[in-house]
Structure formats: C-alpha cells, structure tokens
C-alpha cells in the first residue's frame, strides 16, 4: 500500500494566486481528514469527509478556503485567493472511519505551502 | 468542543533515561487516546492508543496511562534512544464522527 498521497509536497506562491492541494487516501478508508500545522497553533482540523460527504467544515477559517471530494480516492483543498498568512503544512489524512470515533488515522507526507 | 492541552512542549534528557509527556482533555465524552509520533519532513504516524474502559497500555518501551476521573492522559518512553528524538502530539476522541483533537506537540530531544 502507497498510504496516503498528498501533492505538490512543496507549493510556492504569490498573495492572490488560488492553490490546490491534492490527497489520494487509502483504498478502502472512507474518511478523509484535512489538517492544517503551523507553529503557532499547531495541528488544526481544518475539514473531515465520511463516505465523500463533508461531515464538518467548522474548522476551515473563512470562505477563501474550500474542500471537495468527489470520489473515494480523491479530495482537493483550494485557497483562493491565497494570503502569507496561509503559509503552513497541509496534511491529509484517512481511517476507516466509524461514527463513533476510535479513528486511526494515517497522515500523508504533507504539502507546505508558502505565500510570499 | 473538545481541547486538549499537551506539557512540556520541550524535553530532553539523556539516552537511557525516561521521558513523561502529559495531555490533559475538557470532553468528558471523550473515549479515544491516540499518541502520534512525527519526524522531520513528515507526516505524523500512529505510535500507541489507548480506549476509555482502559488505564494503561503498553508496547516494548512505550506505555500509555489514562486517567479518566481527572481527565488526562500520559505517555512514558523509557530507555530512550535518539531515534526517539522526534515531536509526540497527543490526541483524544469521542462521539464527533471520529474527529481527531491534537494537544500542540512535545519536541522530544534525547542526547547521546
């Protein structure tokens, strides 16, 4: 198994430029996490998917941020437009995941993004 | 929602020793306690979990111990070796669809 694919793993932009970061999650995991790392406020649940439907986005900081998924093995997070202040890694990850929570979660390699 | 609280953010200690990092959680509903490990330039990996109606666990030279009355949780690795040297995130979980909380991170430095 590949694990979780994440792509570009490194992404350099301009301010206003929109980015797309991409996940392949592991075949069979019907959920599908987005987290953001930064130092100053660590790992943050950005959106969770269950079965390719969003399940919370309540973590995604304002409407230039959007995530879709449109089949099992594959999910997008778009900025647009992108600010320096969305400078961080970005982390997919997936689980068989249950609605009762115990999800373990496989973490793909990371894309960091910097805005200049 | 839930909040998980992680000390120390830094430790290091000798090779040999011992090193505790503890988490403490505000959800009561909370029932799952994933420790995840992350090396440089990677993406954090599963290490050690532990469920509610547990109060410890243990693998090789990491244990996890749960106390879920004063609602925090502790991970102990003893004989450390500096390929323990990493940044140990702790986690909790409960009946939000899985939704994965993590403390800020421990950068574990373990010295020769």
């Known amino acids: 198994d590949a694990g979780v694919i994440q792509s570009p793993r490194h992404e350099v932009t301009e301010m206003g430029q929109e980015v797309t970061l991409r996940c392949k999650p592991i075949?069979?995991?019907?959920?599908l996490f987005w987290y953001r790392q930064t130092m100053m406020r660590g790992l943050e649940l950005l959106i969770y998917f269950n079965n390719n439907v969003p399940i919370d986005d309540s973590g995604m900081p304002e409407d230039r941020f959007s995530a879709k998924m449109p089949n099992a093995s594959f999910s997008t997070l778009k900025i647009q437009p992108s600010e320096p202040r969305d400078s961080a890694v970005y982390f997919c990850a997936s689980s068989k995941g249950r609605a009762s929570g115990a999800n373990v979660l496989t973490f793909g390699a990371g894309s960091r993004l910097t805005v200049l | 929602g839930e909040n998980v609280e992680q000390h120390p953010s830094t430790l290091s200690v000798q090779e040999g020793d011992s090193a505790v990092i503890k988490c403490t959680y505000s959800?009561?509903?909370?029932?799952?306690f994933p420790w995840y490990k992350q090396e440089l330039g990677k993406g954090p990996q599963l290490i050690i979990d532990i469920r509610s109606n547990v109060g410890e666990k243990k693998d090789q030279r990491i244990a996890v111990t749960l106390n879920k009355t004063a609602k925090h949780f502790s991970l102990h690795i003893t004989e450390t070796q500096p390929e323990d040297s990493a940044v140990y995130f702790c986690?909790?979980?409960?009946?939000?669809?899985?939704?994965?909380?993590f403390g800020q991170g421990t950068e574990l430095s373990v010295k020769p």
């Open positions: 986690a909790a979980s409960g009946n939000q669809g899985g939704k994965l909380i």
């Open positions: 959800d009561s509903a909370s029932n799952y």
């Open positions: 075949s069979g995991h019907n959920s």
